[in-house]
């Protein structure tokens, strides 16, 4: 089982960036999958998570209306699409995945864990 993070970068204020989790090893649509983010010094936080099999989408507020979950179960991969970011966005994110269709309450129920990629927006 092996999930890849990618796309993280530095962006200004007000930009976009998309992150991809590339997933092997298993079958990405028996799974739900979300993105974690860690800013310096602060816990983990739950970003997003799209369920298994509804593709049912769920958001933290402090991303609501800004960030879009998405998957694609043909190609095993899932997406964050990422606008109007904002400086507080900064952290490395990670992607997870937990086997069943449901997404996780608490994210320390996330079973398989990506490399993380880091988010840096400021000007």
């Known amino acids: 089982v092996q999930l890849q993070a990618s796309g993280g970068g530095l962006v200004q204020p007000g930009g976009s960036l998309r992150l991809s989790c590339a997933a092997s090893?298993?079958?990405?649509?028996?799974?739900?999958i979300g993105w974690v983010r860690q800013a310096p010094g602060k816990e983990r936080e739950g970003v997003s998570c799209?369920?298994?099999?509804?593709?049912?989408?769920y958001y933290a507020d402090s991303v609501k209306g800004r960030f879009t979950i998405s998957r694609d179960n043909g190609k095993n991969t899932a997406y964050l699409q990422m606008n109007s970011l904002k400086p507080e966005d900064t952290a490395v994110y990670y992607c997870?995945?937990?086997?069943?269709?449901?997404?996780?309450?608490?994210?320390?129920?996330?079973?398989?864990w990506g490399q993380g990629t880091l988010v840096t927006v400021s000007s």
């Open positions: 799209i369920s298994g099999h509804h593709g049912t989408t």
């Open positions: 090893g298993f079958t990405l649509g028996d799974y739900a």
């Open positions: 997870a995945v937990k086997y069943g269709s449901s997404c996780p309450r608490q994210i320390w129920e996330y079973e398989y």
